[in-house]
């Protein structure tokens, strides 16, 4: 039913003879002047490392060298500090921008953690200044 449309076609494509890992026959469509497609063709192993090669380089992320000194923080100047000089980072080439994700999502758990911890800091010492101001109060002992 379909065969006017297939002949329509320029030539009969043949499907590759290799089969797959998993035994099933590669079903892509074999290279002219070859029994095999691109991946299984034993004449083209060579083009075939070079794309895998030149494929690896692209997705490796840019990061800074394993070596990099720590970054001390321990408090939002720290964090400031530290996103200010990712922004430059990303800026100069030096690191992947999904590298600067990474660090800005970070930084942002870690501006709320201690910002946290400051507060409950905070806390205690207004709870020590509500004792020592109210030291007859026994509702208010559990301060
Ligand atoms: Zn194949």
């Known amino acids: 039913m379909n065969e006017g449309i297939a002949a329509s076609g320029t030539?009969?494509?043949?499907?590759?003879?290799?089969?797959?890992?998993?035994?099933?026959?590669?079903?892509?469509?074999?290279?002219?002047?070859?029994?095999?497609?691109?991946?299984?063709?034993?004449?083209?192993?060579?083009?075939?490392?070079?794309?895998t090669?030149?494929?690896?380089?692209?997705?490796?992320m840019k990061t800074l060298e394993a070596t990099t000194p720590d970054v001390e923080?321990?408090?939002?100047?720290?964090?400031?500090?530290?996103?200010?000089?990712?922004?430059?980072q990303v800026r100069r080439g030096q690191i992947d921008p999904r590298v600067a994700n990474a660090v800005g999502y970070l930084?942002?758990?870690?501006?709320?953690?201690v910002e946290q911890g400051e507060l409950e800091r905070r806390l205690v010492d207004l709870a020590a200044l509500v004792k020592t101001a109210r030291p007859a109060s026994p509702s208010r002992s559990d301060l």
């Not at 923080?73 to 430059?88: G, H, K, S, W, Y």
């Not at 930084?107 to 953690?113: M, S």
């Open 73 to 88: 923080i321990e408090d939002t100047r720290d964090v400031v500090r530290l996103i200010a000089e990712t922004i430059n």
């Open 107 to 113: 930084a942002n758990v870690l501006i709320r953690a």
């Open 11 to 51: 030539t009969m494509k043949r499907a590759c003879r290799a089969s797959k890992p998993d035994g099933s026959s590669c079903r892509a469509d074999a290279l002219p002047e070859s029994d095999f497609c691109f991946f299984h063709d034993p004449s083209k192993a060579d083009e075939r490392r070079k794309a």
């Open 53 to 60: 090669a030149f494929g690896g380089r692209q997705n490796r």
